[in-house]
């Protein structure tokens, strides 16, 4: 089975035309076009006249491109998105298995309507409310298309009345809910645009890689970046480091020593390996395989859509 890697999600507001044209250069795994916050209703009809080419552009370095739709305009929203190069859509302020299914019906006729590949198109919960939080495994269970879910912070802290603080952290129980229920249904545990409650708007990058490894050790598989200069940190934070790679390397190959000699276990690094071991030790290996395989693919996308844009390269094929 293939790993999904989704380290990266840019988010960009569907209104800001530059930020959207600009969303392919920045080596993000994903980019969601957002179409909830920041645009005003009488605004919608207008950006959703240009959707298509949105999506389009957004995925030109190799991105997995997402909408973000407004829960009460899921069939228009979405209907304005399909087309080549859209990943899927993330549904806000999911509560409820019934809610998911009612994407599902609706992604279903837009797939036979644009003759896409039958369940194709993702649906990615974003659960923003005590509702959410408790109901989470009939979510993430309602239907495949479900590959991620994602908590976002400061809606749960708006719904539930409080404040976040850096100082405070109220949603341990939420966000280790959220990564236990996922990752035991198999889906991807993301995390939130402004994680942990921290204000990140002039955060380092060795601050950011600090948050996004804290966010990994809690279980989760990638994060929706607020701000391009979070993109790389992020990246690094979820890949597997090369000292790393060359210690469960060596793992692998010391144990492989060890069954040839009959026994499975060997001291190795002053512990002993055994399958348990080994077995995480093949996990972070695949993983670090997969980073490497989504990066060149990103790269060779880049590449192509760089010259595209100049005149005076000669464009081959």
């Known amino acids: 089975m293939s790993i999904l890697v989704r380290r990266s999600n840019l988010m960009v507001p569907a209104v800001q035309s530059r930020m959207v044209s600009r969303s392919w250069m920045?080596?993000?795994?994903?980019?969601?076009?957002?179409?909830?916050?920041?645009?005003?209703?009488?605004?919608l009809a207008q950006v959703r006249k240009t959707l298509r080419q949105s999506v389009a552009l957004a995925g030109k370095g190799g991105a997995q491109v997402f909408v973000r739709v407004n829960a009460e305009f899921v069939y228009a929203d979405s209907a304005a998105a399909v087309g080549p190069g859209l990943t899927g859509i993330v549904l806000p302020g999911v509560e409820s298995a019934d809610q998911?299914?009612?994407?599902?019906i609706i992604l279903a006729d837009l797939e036979k309507i644009h003759g896409a590949v039958p369940r194709s198109l993702e649906i990615t919960p974003s659960i923003e409310t005590a509702a959410?939080?408790?109901?989470?495994?009939?979510?993430?269970?309602?239907?495949?298309?479900?590959?991620?879910?994602?908590?976002?912070?400061?809606?749960?802290?708006?719904?539930?009345?409080?404040?976040?603080?850096?100082?405070?952290?109220?949603?341990?129980?939420?966000?280790?809910?959220?990564c236990i229920e996922a990752t035991a249904a198999g889906v991807q545990p993301i995390a939130v645009a402004d994680p942990m409650g921290v204000q990140t708007g002039h955060l380092s990058h060795e601050d950011m890689v600090k948050i996004a490894t804290d966010s990994r050790n809690l279980g989760f598989k990638g994060m929706v970046c607020g701000h391009p200069t979070w993109i790389a940190p992020v990246n690094e934070a979820y890949t597997p480091t090369e000292s790393l790679?060359?210690?469960?390397?060596?793992?692998?190959?010391?144990?492989?020593?060890?069954?040839?000699?009959?026994?499975?276990?060997?001291p190795f690094a002053g512990r002993m390996i055994d399958v348990p071991v080994d077995e995480w030790a093949k996990d972070v290996l695949a993983m670090n395989a997969a980073?490497?395989?989504?990066?060149?693919?990103?790269?060779?996308?880049?590449?192509?859509?760089?010259?595209?844009?100049?005149?005076?390269?000669?464009v081959v094929g």
């Open 245 to 266: 790679v060359e210690y469960y390397t060596q793992v692998r190959e010391v144990f492989a020593q060890a069954l040839a000699a009959g026994t499975a276990a060997a």
């Open 291 to 314: 980073c490497a395989a989504r990066d060149a693919e990103k790269q060779a996308a880049l590449a192509a859509a760089e010259v595209s844009l100049d005149p005076s390269v000669p």
């Open 100 to 104: 998911v299914e009612e994407a599902e």
């Open 26 to 43: 920045h080596n993000a795994d994903a980019v969601t076009i957002d179409l909830q916050d920041g645009t005003p209703t009488a605004e």
């Open 132 to 178: 959410g939080v408790w109901h989470v495994r009939e979510i993430i269970s309602a239907s495949p298309r479900v590959k991620q879910v994602g908590i976002d912070e400061a809606a749960l802290a708006a719904s539930l009345g409080i404040t976040q603080s850096s100082e405070h952290d109220a949603f341990v129980f939420a966000r280790g809910r959220l």
